[in-house]
């Protein structure tokens, strides 16, 4: 991909978008002056960075109010261009084809595999060391790797997965009773029967097939079954039991790249029945595929829309879709860092570990009552509901909420409600001592709008934070010092208006109407003119931009559901569309990812002739 | 002042343990012949430090100690500070933003990494991998891998590299990042877990002589990028083959009386002394010559209530030259410098051959960032301890002239056996560590 963009410039659209760029962009972001660091003669390829350049340029944010403005043709023919360059990966006709490589399953993958697998909820890789994360999540295929020291873990994993789910006789002598004993469900599963000692190889054959199916997610050939068996029949020239044997196969199968890599052999242009039933398994439950979804791969069916459609539907129905929430919104919305965001003791002394868990279960319930009740995901931006706890609610000044349980509560103030005014984002954008307008404005552009800001240049005076009491000045007032500096003013034009609209609530998400005696000022102008004071206000402001919003979250969702980022924009307008067009369910979001081409096309490049 | 370090018995078992006399049974036969080897740790800390604070007066023979380095005084002539080293290939180079990943993902490589958020992770091999590569057959583990934090759970690290850079110190190949163990009683179970138990190795074997078969199967059925992938797995299972069969030919280890650690600490302070210990644990029996210690992710912001320090670590570092923000910084930084106290005088503490375990070692530590607000890759802060088996000359500052990190690893690689003749951006060896 890289080779194609290079040279995209120089192919025939770009003779007349090239001007273009010199003109408006490159003499701010030319190898002389790399303003914001941006090296238009560089960036050429990096897809990324066009496309936030498009969002910019189309937000009309660039070139900055101050420059040389292009015309609205010309606008349009630089947005064109960055859309529907032949060698574009999002122009129409070509097939986004950066591969999907073979993805290992990741810790929670592993997790809920090996508890559908053997019906047991072991979570064996609690211990295993964190998976990277690339494009904000992790499971992105590529920086999922596999060092010596966590095939350690796999090793020693199976090993006790194998030893819980088989249970061996040790003493085999008499004792008639140990026969009655009863079998765990996981054991009669894999050896439904005593097997017969003179057939011991089509007994192995008859137990295993069916088991390395599951576990490698499609049928298993006669060779890989064949590989297996041949645990058992050298335990049993060993001299050591079935069981122990079976035990052995079973290890081997959950070190087996089949078992612990999504591998997708299968299929033609399309990815192949067993490939896109796993495709949809692991992006909706993060788990293996279940039964009717092995049926239906195996009639073929999978591929019909209907089908497809309800199957969707079912499994965001499922207990299981409960992984969205924990894996894909918990790291959309950045609260994975929660966990070790520690706020000041000083200046925070109720701040505890039962609220931290409070603020996050609040989120995650409120989440997952938007995919199980295939809710309208603008809910997330704006909401009459929440779920509180006694904790939460008085941290939040709401009054009958008793006891530890959690429980839907009416939201008649607004000024909760909605993801932004949750304690557990307020606190993961803040700092540990205070709250940070610039990180909240900074999340809301990133996570909600889909805009993201590059960081601050290096040796920038920053807030003179410590000195505020000796000047008196609110932080209000510091930041305004963004605007007056022109390094700073373009990005911070558009984050601090955004945080600012947020300051009523503190570093851990306390209403508030004072700090240091002052009167707080949550008002903001956004820099297309809009103006807001406080959160109800801004909230209505974002839901005006509701279509920025179903871009960002379609494209934060197909890059978990492929595991690679890429931004394919005309995909990503495509689900944007559907969603609009039916109400913006938070199914008809999943619904667009899942029908894209991406989601069907094929994976890897293939080998074979 | 020096901050004095919490005594707290909180080493669970291990700490006592190694108030023992080291015993025969973790002793190799071979190294009672022979010279003891040499051993190489690198310490990385992020967002840079205080340098004004870090920097020792003077230069040459008879090392002062800076403010910062006061810690280290009972180890004072086991320090070789260095300045004037550089990580050229951390800077931008047209890549933009970025810096702290960068900077960790040069420390030990000396190559510029690929900026990538997702596809095409790329930098180098590390200096330790270097060494492991080459003498890592000699011990039960090539080399160990550890860290405080675990990598970040969502979102973007540093804009545009995945989070893999700011977590990872160990590079085994180019694109093959080593995230540290974050976990003690992980660590503990890689250093005593594998080689006791013939049955449960002979199983292992086999299963893993499975998933090569496996692997060799399906590597023709799949594209390059897979295959990429598939090759990584074959690595390690090849790497883990191999030291299943080493274990049987070594001596055994046994750990009696030293206890497994039970969950991470939830101090700080103690995660360190934790791992520190492990290491000199590892070190002393000889089970691998070889370890990176992380103390904190690229960029880390987390905050010190242990120092009463309520900010965060990498905005602190932002300090636009605000004196309340640098000496926090330096606060900071005694800090983590005192932690290092702590790995060095239990190193100290160990009798081998003629001398101690630190006379046998080259602990480095250093950022990769030098000044947290420029962001810059030169005059790095690089402390090297340790005699290097009587090949160095430590007790001393050594200034460089803007000379490339790598230089100095080279020269390590010499007195590891495991010389090369070139590091990512090395153009020599260092001269002048000998004295």
Redesign the interface.
Known sequence: MVLTLACALVGPAAADVAPLIDRYCAGCHS?AQ?K????VA??KD?M?LWQTAAQRIEAREMPPAESAQPTTAERDRLLAWFTSAPTHPAAPGRRDG??V??R?LNRAEYNNTIRDLFGVDLRPAD?F??????????N????L?????????Y??A??TIADRVIVVETARRGHRGRANRVLPESHTRLIPRRPSRSRLRQDAQEFLGPFASRAYRRPARPD?VG?LVA?VE?ASEQGASFELGMQ?AV??VL????F??R?E?DGGDEVGDFALASRLSYFLWSSMPDDELFRLAAQRRLHDDEVLASQVARMLRDPRARALTDNFA????????L??H?P????FPGFDDELRAAMLTETALFFDAIVREDLSVLTLLDADFTFLNERLARHYGITGVDGPQFRRVALTDRTRGGVLTQASVLTVTS???RTSPVKRGRWVLEQILGA?T?????????L?A?RRDAIGRSLRERLDEHRDNPACATCHRRMDPLGLGLETFDAVGVWRTREHAREIDASGVLPDGQSFRGPVQLKAVLLGKAHAFRRSLASRMLTYALG???GERATVDEIAQRMQRDGDSFSSLVLGVVGSDLFRARG?????P | MTRPLPRRTVLRGLGVTLALPLLEAMRPARALAVRPPVRLAMLYVPNGVHMPDWTPPGEGAALQLSRTLQPLAAVKDHLLVLTGLAQDNARALGDGPGEHARALATFLTGEHPVKTEGVNIRAGVSVDQVAAAQIGSLTRLPSIELAIERAAQSGSCDPGYSCAYSSSLSWKTPSLPLPGEVDPAAVFDRLFGSGVDARKDRRRLSVLDFVAQELRSLEPRVGVSDRRKLDEYLTSVRELEGRIARAQSLPRVRAPGLLRPSGVPRDFGEHVRLMSDLLVTAFRADLTRVATLLLANAGSNRSYPELEIDDGHHDLSHHGRDADKQEKIARIDRFHVSLLAHLLEKLKAVREGDGTLLDQSMIVYGSGISDGDRHNHDNLPVLLAGGGGGTLRPGRHLQCARTPLNNLFLSLLDRMNAPVDRLGDSTGRLTGLEG
């Not at chain 1, 060391?129 to 992790?138: M, Q, T």
């Not at chain 1, 070190?255 to 089949?258: Q, Y």
């Not at chain 1, 890897?604 to 074979?608: H, S, T």
């Open positions: 190898p790399k914001a660091d941006l090296d560089r960036f990096d990324a950066e591969p490589t073979i290992r211990g060391p964190s998976d990277a994360v690339g494009d904000g999540f992790d992105a295929a590529d920086v790797s596999m060092p010596p020291a966590l095939v350690e873990h090793l020693a199976a090993e890989e590989r645990f050298r052995a290890q081997a070190v087996s790249p089949h612990l890599y591998v052999l918990m790291q959309w919305l950045q609260l994975r860092n966990q070790a520690r000041s003791r000083r200046h700092n540990p001592n993201p590059p960081p601050a240049p290096a040796e920038v005076p920053p003179p410590e690679r980022g890429g890897g490049e293939r080998a074979e």
